[in-house]
């Protein structure tokens, strides 16, 4: 099996120094985030949910699987459930599921057979100056020892620990530089460690005021393996792995602007980025950042939905794999 460029870098750097797993932050660079420039800060709007509803299960049939640190879900609060659903079917072909609870509308995303994101109607207030963002969901195994843990490291608590019916247990959190993340133990398992397939989310990466530092904070949650391979960029690059896969990556916020807010920046697997961008435009989303290729080989961009909620769009060949040699 053939590993994606980034994995190809990082096991040439790992055999030229020796490296496994370090005892702090190091890592890999799965996008040009110079060019994150234009990305302003983002908030999450942490919902009341209703605890009568019955949350679709994360994995049918169920396993036994957890692969702590790994991305295995995403939220999204937005104004206009309706247009946003359109948006994201005709973008990416997600099929929505609708329910309501406590009059509170919420969808249900799912694609290639499985779920992908929940999505929630709330209204922005007239005075809002910070957009949507997806909240990416990281796999634990103990959401109360984590949010122990996160805490005693400096993290901060916005919503639970709560068990959601259907669902699993779930918190919500601030990493100690403000970024906004969130953890499940799912009641279903977890989804295997395969490729994603097109339309599915593929990366997330951290864009930080100190990777270092936020890179250390999540090893140390997460148990992950660090390398770095930040190489002659000016800024710095980590790529973080557990169960040798690459999962994410933490990177400084560039230099040209200094007082961005650290947040996660989530990415959805696609065949042709220059064309989904155009699909973007289409439908009444923006391009924030034009396609380009990454100095590993795969072709990203920036785009933001029509109500300004950003994420990437990552272009990742059938023969390459996220696979990372010890």
Known sequence: MNMHPWSRL????????GLSKTPHAVGMRPV???????????AVTIPAVGSSLQWPSLVVPSNSEHHVGKVVFVELVTPDLASTEQFYTGLFGWAFQNAQSDGRQYG?????????????????????????????????????????????????????????????????FTDPQGAVFAVLKSSSG???????????????????????????????LFDYDVFDI????????????????????ANS????????????LNFVRVDDATAMSAKVVALGGRVLVEP??????????????PNGTPFGLLEWSETESKVVMP
Request: proline share 8%; hydrophobic share 45%; glycine share 6%.
């Open 108 to 172: 249900t995303a799912s694609a290639n057979g499985h779920i992908v994101a929940e999505l929630m109607q709330k209204p922005l207030s007239p005075d809002a100056k910070k957009r949507p963002a997806w909240l990416a969901f990281m796999s634990v195994r103990d959401v109360d020892a984590t949010e122990r843990a996160a805490l005693q490291d400096g993290a901060k608590i916005l919503f639970g620990p709560r068990d959601f019916p259907g669902r699993g247990r779930e918190a919500v």
């Open 292 to 305: 380009r290729i990454d100095r590993h080989g795969g072709m990203v961009a920036i785009v933001a939905d």
């Open 32 to 42: 040009s985030y110079g060019v994150l420039a234009s990305i302003l800060a983002m």
């Open 10 to 17: 990082l096991d040439l750097k790992a055999r030229q120094h």
């Open 230 to 249: 930040t190489g002659e960029a000016p800024e710095q690059h980590l790529m973080l792995a557990s169960d040798n896969y690459a999962r994410a990556s």
């Open 253 to 264: 916020i560039p230099a040209n602007r200094p007082n961005a807010h650290p947040h996660w």
């Open 190 to 220: 977890d989804p295997p460690d395969v490729l994603a397939a097109p339309g599915d989310w593929i990366w997330s990466a951290l864009i930080t005021s100190n990777p270092d530092t936020d890179a250390a904070f999540y090893q140390k």
